[in-house]
Nanobody
């Protein structure tokens, strides 16, 4: 059974940084396209970033371009989301997702095979 476990969330002041991690177990990490999504209170879940199997394609939501960076370490079965210059509007529960068949761009549709339980990110003003 494939499991995704996120970590690294927390409370940070505006302008600060956080690095989220998502470790995958029970599957073949290198065969998955990986992505990050977020859901703020009262809002729908939205795409944040994705990374292709080999790491060469990394689409981002316009709202995070230039501030967030997605990366992966196949040896550690882990995908990361480095978040810099955080804003209060980045406050949300952040979810990791994995997909066996999608492209990196296709992850944005949100119809992915596996999901983590989420980690809370709170940015204070």
């Amino acid at each position: 059974q494939v499991q995704l476990v996120e970590s690294g969330g927390g409370l940070v002041q505006a302008g600060g940084s956080l690095k989220l991690s998502c470790t995958v177990s029970g599957g073949t990490f290198s065969s998955y396209v990986m992505g990050w999504f977020r859901q703020a209170p009262g809002k729908e879940r939205e795409f944040v970033a994705a990374i292709s199997r080999r790491g060469g394609n990394t689409p981002y939501a316009d709202s995070v371009k230039g501030r967030f960076t997605i990366s992966k370490d196949n040896a550690k079965n882990t995908v990361y989301l480095q978040m810099n210059s955080l804003k209060p509007e980045d406050t949300a529960v952040y979810y990791c997702a994995a997909d066996r068949d999608s492209s990196a761009a296709g992850m944005a549709a949100g119809k992915n095979d596996y999901w983590g339980q989420g980690t809370q990110v709170t940015v204070s003003s």
